[in-house]
């Protein structure tokens, strides 16, 4: 015979098998959940600079197909580059919405002080489009035009920085 409860109250066992239960998913399902959600920062991150790259190819075709001269960080230009304007200034007619300037996983600090979150290749700077990569002893490395500020992404435990290179193309590297 089997022995039945009154009532449907839960023993104190099966409250905390329950309660364990409920942790043990949690803690399989956070890490997943800041995974996606690191992920769809970078994916829009990279959203925002394929969109500046729309802006700079508005600008470089009205300007003989030639890169702006820009400084690599208008709040602290390096030496050579004071008075020089930033990208985002640069770009501000040409930009349909002024925040995709910042990236969404950087905290403001860069946007705040430079109205960017992306650093230009300020050695770029008035190169025509096709002179944009570097010839070292018959090697040919192709150079970014701009990249973010710092590692302001994450993957597998990783830093990592989205580049634009002059082909239009994105891409995420993370450091090794």
Not at 40 to 61: D, F, K, T
């Amino acid at each position: 015979m089997i022995a039945r409860r009154s009532g449907g109250a839960f023993t104190l066992i099966e409250m905390l098998v329950v309660v364990a239960v409920i942790a043990l998913l949690a803690g399989i399902i956070v890490p997943m959940i800041q995974k996606a959600g690191a992920r769809a920062l970078q994916a829009s991150c990279s959203g925002n600079v394929r969109q500046i790259w729309m802006s700079l190819r508005e600008y470089i075709a009205l300007n003989t197909y030639h890169l702006p001269h820009c400084t690599r960080r208008p709040s602290q230009p390096p030496a050579g580059e004071e008075g020089m304007p930033g990208l985002g200034e640069t770009l501000k007619p040409y930009l349909g919405n002024p925040k995709v300037m910042k990236c969404p996983a950087e905290p403001g600090t860069y946007y705040g002080a430079d109205g960017m979150s992306y650093e230009w290749n300020s050695l770029l700077n008035g190169k025509a489009i096709g002179q944009e990569n570097l010839n070292i002893v018959g090697i040919t490395l192709e150079v970014p035009l701009l990249a973010d500020y710092e590692a302001f992404h994450t993957g597998a435990s990783k830093p990592g920085k989205n580049f634009l290179y002059a082909d239009g193309s994105v891409v995420t590297q993370f450091k090794q």
